[in-house]
């Protein structure tokens, strides 16, 4: 009993949470507009009238791009915590661990720059 009695506002939070979550969806669905027509499957892009096909080929480069993006962002992350460690007082094998690091993603990207990775190529047509 005494249990239930402290885990109260942890029910009461779930609850609300889970309405305030609900909420928008059934609002939404019960004031949209609902209309059928030729128009209502067509791809609708800032109200211009779609031409041509949508299945246009992307350069390899748009991916490589898009790949080291991911991974220098997922490494930069990890940077933040490491940093905030440091107002702590944190040990001195940390900042040299952490200077290592970083001279591992500064020879990834010099690497990268010497394959040519960041030179875009364009098509002249």
């Known amino acids: 009993m ?3 009695i ?3 506002p942890v029910f009461v939070f779930i609850i ?4 305030f979550t ?3 969806v059934v609002i939404a669905y019960l004031l949209s507009p609902r209309t059928k027509g030729d128009k209502t499957f067509v791809t609708y892009e800032c109200g211009i009238e779609p031409f041509g096909s949508a299945w246009v ?3 390899s480069h748009y991916y490589i791009y898009a790949l080291i993006f991911i991974a220098f962002d997922v490494d930069i992350l990890y940077l933040f915590p490491a940093a905030l460690s440091y107002t702590r007082g944190a040990k ?3 900042f ?3 200077l290592v690091f970083m001279l591992i993603l500064g020879l990834a990207i010099l690497y990268a720059w010497g394959k040519g990775v960041f030179a875009w190529k364009r098509k002249v047509q």
């Open 2 to 4: 005494d249990t239930q």
């Open 6 to 8: 402290q885990f109260f």
């Open 92 to 94: 001195s094998y940390e």
């Open 16 to 19: 609300v949470a889970i309405l």
């Open 57 to 59: 080929r992307y350069s």
């Open 22 to 24: 609900l909420m928008p």
């Open 96 to 98: 040299w661990s952490l």
